[in-house]
């Protein structure tokens, strides 16, 4: 086959160059191509020949391959290297210690925000309360809430959020309410619950609209209490109906008797203080326990420290053909109180894991000889030193722990 011809504007340029070049090989190698394409096809038509014969000459299938094509969707690619990363032991763990990280203290109570209402600020007091939240390291904001006189705290996630960490755990603190009570709004409260309605009545500051976690909160109530004490002249004058009457016959009694009535009914605890200050203190604290439950709640829903899936952690790793066992059962020894590392090392070099040593309770044939049977187990100790054994205590309470079947056993009596 003779070579193509190049185009006119080629061939009067003289020399190509570097672009010109390599159109200059590709069409010198096209008709290269097509020829070994023929070829390919008559010997494939030849194989195929007796199928096909009566359908015609078939035309030879042809491809084209670019460098911009892919293979596959689109999407295909990138999923799979998600899946290969939820795979891979290292990306969960570096997730892992990432969404550990979000949820420390510090970190949870940057992103904590504590909402104020705007009638709290009309108190004289409530500037000790914002300078306390401002010094604490958490925002604040000032918006209208329902009810009022309320504080209200809510939480931020992170984004993106970590997979590993559950829903409910960022949304942890996010019903908390605290409401502020005037005295005398308490005590008409407290009022109506211990003398005009009793036990059928509804529970004061108690709606449907009220979140799950509701607090109250009332400043001043013993000066307040002692301040409206009637006095000789008062007791003297006959007793005037409505709310007169009701602000004298309430008094501490009866407002320990409503406190117990609204823990029992509506589990609603009632914080009293007697000054801006030590509401700002019990806000403080409280703010930072919210901050702190994320972080105890993950590590709540974890597994046991000593058997674990990684050696990031500080317990032991155990694989599926059974290493590691040895020093998962040494771990859990060592969790019993006052269990020095060569104790525990005496009782897993006797027994190398808890299957032989429940068989060889199984062996005993008094419950006495069971509880006594690690008690004579010798101790390795330094050169020079008073031999030891593992003693009848210890014993004791590993033979209650692998073959009691009551959950409330106390184990340890000194504890």
């Known amino acids: 086959m003779a070579c193509p011809r190049l185009p006119a504007a080629l061939r009067e340029a003289g020399p190509p160059p570097e672009a010109a070049g390599v159109l200059y090989k590709s069409l010198r190698a096209r008709p290269e191509a097509e020829e070994a394409g023929q070829a390919m ?35 295909a690619g990138a999923d799979s290297e998600a899946a290969v990363r939820a795979r891979d032991p290292a990306e969960q763990r570096r997730a892992e210690a990432e969404a550990l990280r979000l949820l420390r203290p510090k970190q949870a109570l940057r992103r904590l925000a504590v909402r104020v209402d705007p009638a709290i600020l009309e108190d004289a ?19 209208p809430q329902r009810p009022a006189r309320s504080l209200r705290w809510s939480r931020v996630k992170p984004e993106p959020c970590p997979c590993s960490v559950p829903p409910e755990v960022w949304a942890a603190g996010e019903q908390e309410l605290l409401r502020l009570l005037e005295p005398e709004e308490f005590l008409q409260g407290v009022f109506q619950l ?18 799950t976690c509701l607090h109250l909160a009332v400043i001043g109530l013993d000066a307040y209490l002692w301040s ?9 004058q006959p007793e005037s109906p409505g709310v007169a009457r009701a602000e004298v016959a309430v008094g501490w009694p009866e407002v320990e008797e ?6 029992l009914w509506a589990n609603l605890d009632v914080l009293l203080v007697a000054s801006w200050q030590e509401l700002s203190q019990h806000v403080c604290a409280f703010t930072k326990a919210l901050a702190q439950r994320p972080f105890k709640q993950f590590q709540e829903s974890g597994t046991f420290s000593f058997c674990t899936a990684g050696r990031w952690t500080a317990g032991e790793r155990v694989t599926k053909d059974g290493t590691g066992l040895r020093g998962a059962w040494w771990r859990q020894i060592r969790q019993f109180n006052r269990v020095s590392p060569a104790v525990a090392d005496a009782v897993v070099t006797a027994f190398p894991s808890p299957r032989l040593l429940q068989q060889a309770y199984l062996a005993c044939s008094t419950d006495q000889e069971r509880l006594a049977l690690l008690a004579d187990l010798p101790v390795k100790v330094d050169e020079g030193a008073r031999p030891r054994r593992v003693g009848p205590d210890l014993s004791r309470r590993i033979c209650l722990f692998l073959t009691s079947t009551n959950p409330d056993l106390l184990l340890d009596l000194s504890s």
């Open 228 to 236: 409206h004490q009637p006095n000789a002249q008062e007791m003297q």
């Open 258 to 263: 409503a406190l117990v009535l609204l823990q």
């Open 125 to 143: 007091g409530a500037d000790i309360l914002m300078e306390a939240l401002g010094s604490l390291g958490c925002e604040y904001h000032i918006e």
């Open 194 to 211: 211990t003398q005009i309605c009793g036990p059928a009545c509804s529970v004061p500051w108690i709606s449907p609209e009220s979140p």
């Open 41 to 75: 096809a008559k010997v494939g038509s030849r194989r195929v020949g007796r199928s096909c014969r009566g359908r015609g000459q078939r035309r030879p299938t042809t491809w084209e391959i670019s460098d911009s094509d892919t293979e596959g969707p689109v999407g």
